[in-house]
């Protein structure tokens, strides 16, 4: 589980890490910046990573196929993949394009909405390349190539954090674009990404004597239909908790520039943290697909059961740390003091939900090993849209919480979903070995 774990988790820190590198570059240009470009990610990565999950149906069949040593099988999934990839991209990036006006209109900060729009428009660019990245992702993980992945998101930081300097503050003869070039490297970075992980599946595919464009498949349409009725809910669950947290940050819009920059940092940080179990679910969904695809059900519950303990065990150091130093944490991002006064209360709220965060994800990647992806897409459409962002909206705007009250909304979806998907790992039926 570990070797599996650590290079996955470390590639969510990369990945996550990338856009926290954006926002404390875009940071020494106040909190207009800073708010820009939170709301700009909270705009654009909801259709992105629903995009994105349409292909997480690759870590059932390709972890399968791969436990069963039918390494053929892996290459054609891939595939047609890559077709859902491209099929929905420009799907996606009509809809980035409508979304950024309609979200940065009346009652937004008319500074913020200009440089969101900016900055949205620019990294919808981004979005074909983000989603070979993910495809070829999920095909190296499945496949047992972990480090790759590592590797990609590591150095892509370097790239990114490159860009960023040369863009946003107008070096090597570049001018000074500000957001919009921090909007600009992060798509430079994407296509490094996409680009790397394409080598590395190549090479891979190539050692065992199958060259990987030479034998391409074409379209299978029963392969993309399996892909789908495993992808559609599980992207649908995606999109669900994206989305609660993306507009949580609209709402936080229409509060004031600090408590929307309060708002993005607070989120960032539990972002950050939540990489690691997210990399956890990752490895805990391909573990238990390759346990199922070797027809072991004994090694596929242990596995569940072991992702779930590391995660709880590594959020609840998480949680002491924004509970004893909120104040270090905040100034990594900003030393404005009215973001300080308040961050450190808002990272309390965080601190509680971690140890249920770390355990939702989880549970929801081990659930997708078994095949089941429809369960956490409708405990999550119960958890924020149902109870936890309707609660938030009350506490914050009727009861006049403000930023609290939403992340008290959010911190209540986040305990009831864990509770729910734990409970049902507990319960799910796993194949037995025929």
Request: charged content about 10%; overall charge positive.
């Given at each position: 589980?570990l070797?599996l774990a650590?290079?996955?988790?470390?590639?969510?820190?990369?990945?996550?890490?990338?856009?926290?590198?954006?926002?404390?570059?875009?940071?020494?240009?106040?909190?207009?910046?800073?708010?820009?470009?939170?709301?700009?990610?909270?705009?654009?990565?909801?259709?992105?990573?629903?995009?994105?999950?349409?292909?997480?149906?690759?870590?059932?069949?390709?972890?399968?196929?791969?436990?069963?040593?039918?390494?053929?099988?892996?290459h054609?999934?891939?595939?047609?993949?890559?077709?859902?990839?491209?099929?929905?991209?420009?799907?996606?990036?009509?809809?980035?394009?409508v979304?950024?006006?309609?979200?940065?209109?009346?009652?937004?900060?008319?500074?913020?909405g200009?440089?969101?729009?900016?900055?949205?428009?620019?990294?919808?660019l981004?979005?074909?390349p983000l989603?070979?990245?993910?495809?070829?992702?999920?095909?190296?993980?499945?496949?047992?190539?972990?480090?790759?992945?590592?590797?990609?998101?590591?150095s892509?930081?370097?790239?990114?954090?490159l860009?960023?300097?040369?863009?946003?503050?107008?070096?090597?003869?570049?001018?000074a674009?500000?957001?919009?070039?921090?909007?600009?490297?992060?798509?430079?970075?994407?296509?490094?990404?996409?680009?790397v992980?394409?080598?590395?599946?190549?090479?891979?595919?190539?050692?065992?004597?199958?060259?990987?464009?030479?034998?391409?498949?074409?379209p299978?349409?029963?392969?993309?239909?399996?892909?789908?009725?495993?992808?559609?809910?599980?992207?649908?669950?995606?999109?669900?908790?994206?989305?609660?947290?993306?507009?949580?940050?609209?709402?936080?819009?229409?509060?004031?520039?600090?408590?929307?920059?309060?708002?993005?940092?607070?989120?960032?940080?539990?972002a950050?943290?939540?990489m690691v179990?997210?990399?956890i679910s990752?490895a805990?969904?391909?573990?238990?697909?390759?346990?199922?695809?070797?027809?072991?059900?004994?090694?596929?519950?242990?596995?569940?059961?072991?992702?779930l303990?590391?995660?709880?065990?590594f959020?609840?150091?998480?949680?002491?740390?924004?509970?004893?130093?909120?104040?270090?944490?905040?100034?990594?991002?900003?030393?404005?003091?009215?973001?300080?006064?308040?961050?450190?209360?808002?990272?309390?709220?965080?601190?509680?939900?971690?140890?249920?965060d770390?355990?939702?994800?989880?549970?929801?990647?081990?659930?997708?090993?078994?095949?089941?992806?429809?369960?956490?897409?409708l405990?999550?459409?119960?958890?924020?849209?149902?109870?936890?962002?309707?609660?938030?909206?009350?506490?914050?705007?009727?009861?006049?919480?403000?930023?609290y009250g939403?992340?008290?909304?959010?911190?209540?979806?986040?305990?009831?979903?864990?509770?729910?998907?734990?409970?049902?790992?507990?319960?799910?039926?796993?194949?037995?070995?025929?």
């Amino acid at each position: 589980m570990l070797s599996l774990a650590i290079p996955v988790a470390l590639s969510e820190i990369g990945w996550m890490t990338m856009t926290v590198v954006d926002v404390v570059m875009v940071g020494k240009l106040g909190p207009s910046a800073i708010g820009a470009v939170g709301l700009g990610n909270a705009i654009y990565y909801a259709p992105s990573i629903f995009g994105i999950g349409l292909l997480l149906g690759l870590d059932t069949l390709v972890s399968r196929s791969w436990g069963a040593k039918d390494f053929d099988d892996c290459h054609r999934s891939l595939a047609q993949a890559m077709y859902i990839a491209l099929a929905f991209t420009p799907l996606l990036m009509a809809f980035i394009l409508v979304a950024g006006p309609l979200f940065t209109g009346h009652g937004v900060d008319p500074v913020v909405g200009l440089l969101t729009r900016q900055y949205v428009g620019l990294l919808n660019l981004g979005t074909l390349p983000l989603l070979v990245y993910g495809g070829f992702r999920r095909y190296l993980q499945g496949v047992g190539r972990v480090r790759p992945v590592t590797f990609a998101l590591i150095s892509a930081n370097l790239v990114n954090l490159l860009g960023n300097w040369i863009f946003i503050y107008g070096k090597f003869g570049m001018p000074a674009m500000g957001v919009r070039g921090s909007a600009c490297s992060t798509v430079f970075a994407r296509i490094y990404m996409a680009a790397v992980l394409v080598f590395f599946a190549w090479r891979h595919e190539r050692r065992r004597g199958h060259s990987l464009f030479a034998h391409w498949p074409a379209p299978d349409w029963v392969r993309i239909r399996a892909l789908l009725k495993l992808g559609v809910p599980a992207a649908s669950q995606v999109i669900l908790e994206v989305a609660a947290f993306g507009t949580a940050t609209i709402l936080s819009a229409h509060l004031d520039p600090v408590s929307l920059a309060t708002h993005e940092i607070a989120l960032s940080c539990a972002a950050y943290t939540f990489m690691v179990p997210l990399g956890i679910s990752a490895a805990g969904a391909v573990a238990v697909g390759h346990a199922i695809g070797a027809k072991s059900s004994d090694r596929a519950r242990r596995a569940g059961w072991m992702a779930l303990g590391l995660a709880v065990g590594f959020m609840s150091l998480t949680a002491l740390i924004f509970l004893l130093a909120p104040r270090p944490v905040l100034r990594i991002y900003s030393h404005d003091p009215r973001v300080l006064l308040l961050g450190a209360h808002v990272l309390l709220i965080v601190a509680a939900f971690q140890v249920f965060d770390g355990a939702q994800t989880v549970a929801t990647g081990a659930l997708r090993g078994l095949g089941e992806t429809r369960t956490p897409m409708l405990v999550n459409l119960v958890g924020y849209w149902v109870i936890g962002l309707p609660l938030g909206a009350w506490l914050c705007f009727h009861l006049h919480w403000g930023l609290y009250g939403l992340w008290s909304g959010l911190t209540t979806a986040l305990i009831l979903i864990a509770l729910l998907l734990t409970w049902r790992w507990s319960q799910a039926a796993i194949p037995q070995p025929v």
